[in-house]
Each structure stands twice: as structure tokens, then as C-alpha cells.
């Protein structure tokens, strides 16, 4: 498990007990801009590649798909446009 993955684990386990999910949303509405419109061409823009990566390691993470119950048991596919329709509110 990298780094990042463990971040992100810590963080989404803060979130899920003690933000509510309209913070999480503010959050990501923050700092999804920027992840998806990179200033670089292609994948040049690291700090937006590392944006990206992080929203979706927290996306997997509260929609708890690390879960083998889960319809999409560790899965990323989908995450964004759930997020985008509501799902993760």
C-alpha cells in the first residue's frame, strides 16, 4: 500500500466520522477544477495528476468499495461520474 493510498485512507475515515458530507463536497468541488483542467498538456501537469489520484482514492474510499459486497469490489471505474449524479451526498 503506497503512501498516498494510506492518506487517503486516514482521511476518508475522518471524514466519514466526523465531517458531514456537505464539507466533503465542498472539498471536492474545490479541488476538482483544477485536477481536471490541467495547465500542461497531456499528463505534464503532476500536481494535477496527484489532485486526481487523491479525489479518487477518497471516492473509492466513502463509497466503501474496498468491501467485498460492494458492486464494484475494487473497482475506480465509474467513481467520478457517481460522484457527479449524486451518489456519494
Known sequence: MTIITRLCISIA???????????????????????????????????????????????????KRFDRNHPHHNTYTGLWQAYNNGKNS
Open 13 to 63: 475515515s475522518t471524514l466519514n466520522r466526523k465531517m458531514s458530507s456537505s464539507y466533503f463536497n465542498d472539498w471536492i468541488s474545490d479541488m476538482a477544477p483544477q485536477a481536471m483542467q490541467p495547465v500542461l498538456p497531456a499528463a505534464q501537469d503532476t500536481e494535477a495528476m496527484m489532485d486526481r489520484v487523491i479525489i479518487l482514492e477518497l471516492l473509492f474510499h466513502l463509497d
